[in-house]
């Protein structure tokens, strides 16, 4: 096998408490090997990294690139793409669109140019599996994956309704094994299902779903329950109740409460933060500290942030309500759609504005929870691409994290309400590169449960990005050096080079196959579909890695 060598870079690897070190990495067969020790042993080709910077390849933990709601999003915003520049066809690449939402081959492309070499799509309804198997071997060089949705899943709630711990775990295992999936998401937890029967939502997590009765807090708390009996790499994936709705933190803190200990990821938690009415939009504030608070003392909870960045963009979620809601709020074209017994989503055009103090404070709030969070291993860089804004924006949140002038210039010229709102403008604090290279790799992988990603010790999936140092922080972000995945060198310099189409991460958790009668059962009483049909023929998995429980 041919080995490669960077050479003399300065390796920010915080997983192996290696930062700032001057030395070579060594990759051998699509992985991390130790430095040889036989001075007999020379590499096949060298990389100069003298003066750069060498981290791990970047893992996004939380984004929306491929499903259903992905692919509707993508037909209704033709006006997104006659304004984006589009990715041309050259010999290693194939021509695509880009904008808020990306064609597959572009997602692809853009992601590894920015140095990310592994992203996941945190919401995709089992029934619509299949095609997002086609869709991500059709995503080129990076390693991903999908959340399965179940907090809305009517087999589900009929179990935790009834108490049958055992059939929970069994379906949750079945399903997510049946669509080739990597973890648990809830979202909206039965109130999506409240709006589906009656265009109602569920504001309380102890409202009653209506026909099952069981409420959101039962909902969370079984759910994450479950996958942790289950073992499985990445705990129960949280999208709360209520997002976006001023005073929701008492909401978000509740269903942090509702845990009651069990392990849980809270996703892009700054649309979760806020304080104030939803009568008087001059209450409108920030409530980061008080929750920051909570996660701090709660070593069983990690977020993301979900970083709003200003600029035009497409909000797609599987909370069918908040579609609704933001159309009202925006009054431009909505999409919503119901996926039989399993999910819904709502699809919106958004404009942030830098003028708008609601949109500004969103803006400061996602840069309180990177900011006052002390432990950065507990909280991942995203924008719930494209929610809050595109992934491309990574390397903009990156610089405002790592200089504080670059956050009081924005914070000048946004309305001055926004400063009284929060705590933003008394927060010094900088980030380093180790806390970069903490949030943006290996923290997200460590979540994750994936013992291969994140970092560059011996046995470590061999993705690597190097970057040349700036001043100019974003521009040294937005253009690496190279970037390496599976130990080929995939992007010289901004140009794509010869690449293979990376691989699919899941899991496929035991379960007990006494309760699948019951399953199959429910499956001939209610769907459509037909329950040999279900399941995701292993054929559509294309280059597959199982991920098992002992990895995290």
Same mark, same amino acid.
């Given at each position: 096998?041919?080995?490669?060598?960077?050479?003399?870079?300065?390796?920010?690897?915080?997983?192996?408490?290696?930062? $700032?070190?001057?030395?070579?990495?060594? @990759?051998?067969?699509?992985?991390?090997?130790?430095?040889?020790?036989?001075?007999?042993?020379?590499?096949?080709?060298?990389?100069?990294?003298?003066?750069?910077?060498?981290?791990?390849?970047?893992?996004?933990?939380?984004?929306?690139?491929?499903?259903?709601?992905?692919?509707?999003?993508?037909?209704?915003?033709?006006?997104?793409?006659?304004?984006?520049?589009?990715?041309?066809?050259?010999?290693?690449?194939?021509?695509?669109?880009?904008?808020?939402?990306?064609?597959?081959?572009?997602? $692809?492309?853009?992601?590894?140019?920015?140095?990310?070499?592994?992203?996941?799509?945190?919401?995709?309804?089992?029934?619509?599996?299949?095609?997002?198997?086609?869709?991500?071997?059709?995503?080129?060089?990076?390693?991903?994956?999908?959340?399965?949705?179940?907090?809305?899943?009517?087999?589900?709630?009929?179990?935790?309704?009834?108490?049958?711990?055992?059939?929970?775990?069994?379906?949750?295992?079945?399903?997510?094994?049946?669509?080739?999936?990597?973890?648990?998401?809830?979202?909206?937890?039965?109130?999506?299902?409240?709006?589906?029967?009656?265009?109602?939502?569920?504001?309380?997590?102890?409202?009653? @779903?209506?026909?099952?009765?069981?409420?959101?807090?039962?909902?969370?708390?079984?759910?994450?329950?479950?996958?942790?009996?289950?073992?499985?790499?990445?705990?129960?994936?949280?999208?709360?109740?209520?997002?976006?709705?001023?005073?929701?933190?008492?909401?978000?803190?509740?269903?942090?409460?509702?845990?009651?200990? #069990?392990?849980?990821?809270?996703?892009?938690?700054?649309?979760?933060?806020?304080?104030?009415?939803?009568?008087?939009?001059?209450?409108?504030?920030?409530?980061?500290?008080?929750?920051?608070?909570?996660?701090?003392? #709660?070593?069983? @909870?990690?977020?993301?942030?979900?970083?709003?960045?200003?600029?035009?963009?497409?909000?797609?979620?599987?909370?069918?309500?908040?579609?609704?809601?933001? #159309?009202?709020?925006?009054?431009?074209?909505?999409?919503?759609?119901?996926?039989?017994?399993?999910?819904?989503?709502?699809?919106?055009?958004?404009?942030?504005?830098?003028?708008?103090?609601?949109?500004?404070?969103?803006?400061?709030?996602?840069?309180?929870?990177?900011?006052?969070?002390?432990?950065?291993?507990?909280?991942?860089?995203?924008?719930?691409?494209?929610? $809050?804004?595109?992934?491309?924006?990574?390397?903009?949140?990156?610089?405002?994290?790592?200089?504080?002038?670059?956050?009081?210039?924005?914070?000048?010229?946004?309305?001055?309400?926004?400063?009284?709102?929060?705590?933003?403008?008394?927060?010094?604090?900088?980030?380093?590169?180790?806390?970069?290279?903490?949030?943006?790799?290996?923290?997200?992988?460590?979540?994750?449960?994936?013992?291969?990603?994140? #970092?560059?010790?011996?046995?470590?999936?061999?993705?690597?990005?190097?970057?040349?140092?700036?001043?100019?922080?974003?521009?040294?972000?937005?253009? %690496?050096?190279?970037?390496?995945?599976?130990?080929?060198?995939?992007?010289?310099?901004?140009?794509?080079?010869?690449?293979?189409? $990376?691989?699919?991460?899941?899991?496929?958790?035991?379960?007990?196959?006494?309760?699948?009668?019951?399953?199959?059962?429910?499956?001939?009483?209610?769907?459509?579909?037909?329950?040999?049909?279900? %399941?995701?023929?292993?054929?559509?998995?294309?280059?597959?890695?199982?991920?098992?429980?002992?990895?995290?």
């Amino acid at each position: 096998m041919a080995i490669l060598r960077i050479s003399g870079g300065t390796v920010y690897d915080p997983a192996n408490a290696d930062t $700032g070190t001057v030395r070579d990495v060594w @990759i051998e067969a699509g992985r991390v090997i130790a430095t040889p020790t036989d001075p007999n042993v020379k590499p096949d080709k060298t990389l100069d990294a003298t003066g750069m910077v060498v981290m791990p390849g970047g893992v996004d933990m939380h984004c929306h690139i491929a499903g259903p709601k992905v692919n509707a999003a993508r037909k209704m915003r033709p006006e997104d793409k006659r304004i984006s520049e589009p990715v041309v066809r050259t010999l290693h690449t194939r021509s695509g669109t880009t904008g808020s939402v990306p064609s597959t081959f572009a997602t $692809g492309y853009l992601y590894a140019g920015l140095g990310y070499t592994t992203a996941f799509d945190a919401a995709v309804p089992p029934l619509a599996a299949r095609h997002v198997h086609e869709e991500l071997h059709d995503t080129p060089i990076i390693d991903k994956g999908f959340y399965v949705l179940m907090g809305n899943n009517h087999y589900v709630m009929k179990q935790i309704a009834a108490g049958e711990t055992q059939r929970l775990d069994a379906y949750i295992a079945w399903l997510i094994n049946a669509a080739g999936g990597y973890a648990s998401k809830i979202v909206n937890p039965g109130g999506v299902e409240m709006w589906k029967r009656s265009g109602g939502n569920a504001n309380s997590i102890d409202d009653q @779903i209506a026909h099952f009765g069981v409420s959101p807090r039962q909902i969370v708390r079984e759910v994450a329950a479950s996958v942790e009996r289950l073992r499985l790499p990445h705990r129960t994936h949280i999208h709360c109740n209520n997002l976006g709705i001023p005073g929701n933190w008492e909401t978000t803190l509740q269903t942090m409460q509702a845990l009651e200990g #069990h392990p849980a990821h809270l996703t892009h938690i700054q649309f979760h933060s806020y304080g104030g009415t939803l009568d008087d939009q001059s209450t409108f504030c920030s409530e980061v500290p008080k929750l920051v608070e909570y996660v701090r003392e #709660h070593e069983n @909870i990690t977020v993301d942030v979900g970083q709003v960045m200003f600029g035009d963009t497409t909000s797609m979620t599987g909370d069918g309500p908040l579609g609704y809601f933001l #159309h009202q709020v925006f009054g431009r074209k909505w999409f919503n759609s119901d996926t039989e017994m399993e999910a819904g989503c709502g699809i919106v055009p958004i404009e942030y504005k830098d003028k708008s103090m609601v949109h500004a404070l969103q803006w400061a709030i996602g840069l309180e929870w990177y900011l006052l969070m002390e432990d950065p291993w507990r909280v991942a860089m995203s924008t719930d691409h494209p929610n $809050g804004g595109s992934f491309l924006a990574y390397p903009e949140i990156i610089a405002l994290l790592m200089d504080r002038g670059l956050r009081k210039d924005v914070l000048n010229r946004v309305p001055g309400g926004v400063k009284d709102r929060c705590t933003l403008a008394d927060l010094d604090r900088e980030y380093s590169l180790e806390e970069i290279a903490i949030i943006t790799r290996a923290a997200p992988a460590r979540m994750l449960g994936l013992s291969r990603k994140g #970092h560059l010790g011996p046995g470590a999936d061999a993705d690597v990005t190097i970057y040349q140092p700036q001043d100019d922080k974003q521009l040294m972000f937005e253009l %690496p050096r190279y970037v390496i995945h599976a130990g080929e060198i995939v992007v010289d310099d901004g140009q794509i080079l010869p690449h293979t189409d $990376g691989r699919l991460l899941h899991v496929t958790p035991t379960y007990d196959e006494a309760c699948v009668p019951d399953i199959q059962k429910w499956f001939e009483d209610n769907y459509t579909i037909q329950f040999r049909n279900y %399941p995701v023929d292993p054929s559509y998995l294309h280059q597959n890695e199982v991920i098992t429980s002992n990895e995290g």
